[in-house]
């Protein structure tokens, strides 16, 4: 069974830093695009960064960038985003998710974890 | 990168056909997906590709589109389809991706 489990999310202060991360299982991870989607509370999806199989190319929103850093471990089957200088507007629940068709371009998700929940507050 | 418009709600009653557009410059040239989140729940893949469905899915999805508007369609809407629905494309210049902004389906 293809699964992601993520976790490392948690209450921290605003300038503060977290590091997500999200375990693979039932594939070859290293043959796929991997992704961060994030939700608000009561708001709808938002693509946070992509990373290449290899880790060779990523790519991050705007809003993110210079604070976010997407890497991964292909030894490890694992995908992770340090998050440095957190703002209130990072709270969110924050998913892994895998990049639909093996060595292809990232185009979408076809495997989506059950997200991890970070909270941005003093 | 561009923007994905969605219209806010959609409301149908069971046994019928629900259409959910998505609306954007880049679409004529890029691929759509479309999700469906439930409350509380991860998202969960609908359409793929434009028009591809994954295995599990019902055959009353599926996904369509014309030049810069795409329509995904639920024919005979049942009640367990009432979720969000969220259409998601990328730039294929730089990688990003941008997401509608979602559409409530009520099933009434």
């Known amino acids: 069974e293809v699964q992601l489990v993520e976790s490392g999310g948690g209450l921290v202060q605003p300038g503060g830093s977290l590091r997500l991360s999200c375990v693979a299982s039932?594939?070859?991870?290293?043959?796929?695009?991997m992704t961060w989607v994030r939700q608000a509370p009561g708001k709808g999806l938002e693509w946070v960064a992509n990373i290449k199989h290899d880790g060779s190319e990523q790519s991050s929103v705007a809003s993110v960038r210079g604070r976010f850093a997407i890497s991964r471990d292909n030894a490890k089957s694992s995908l992770y985003l340090q998050m440095n200088s957190l703002r209130a507007e990072d709270t969110a629940v924050y998913y892994c998710a895998r990049v639909e068709g093996e060595w292809s371009y990232p185009y979408g998700v076809d495997v989506w974890g059950q997200g991890t929940t970070v909270t941005v507050s003093s | 990168s561009y923007e994905l418009t969605q219209p806010p709600s959609v409301s149908v009653s069971p046994g019928q056909t629900a259409r959910i557009t998505c609306s954007g410059d880049g679409l004529a040239n890029e691929y759509v997906y479309w999700y469906q989140q439930k409350p509380g729940q991860a998202p969960v893949v609908v359409i793929f590709k434009d028009s591809d469905r994954p295995s599990g899915i019902p055959e009353r999805f599926s996904g369509s589109g014309s030049g810069t508007t795409v329509t995904l369609t639920i024919s005979g809407v049942q009640a367990e389809d009432e979720a969000d629905y969220y259409c998601?494309?990328?730039?294929?210049?730089?990688?990003?991706?941008?997401f509608g902004g979602g559409t409530k389906l009520t099933v009434l």
């Open positions: 039932g594939f070859t991870f290293r043959s796929y695009w």
């Open positions: 998601q494309s990328a730039d294929r210049s730089n990688t990003h991706w941008v």
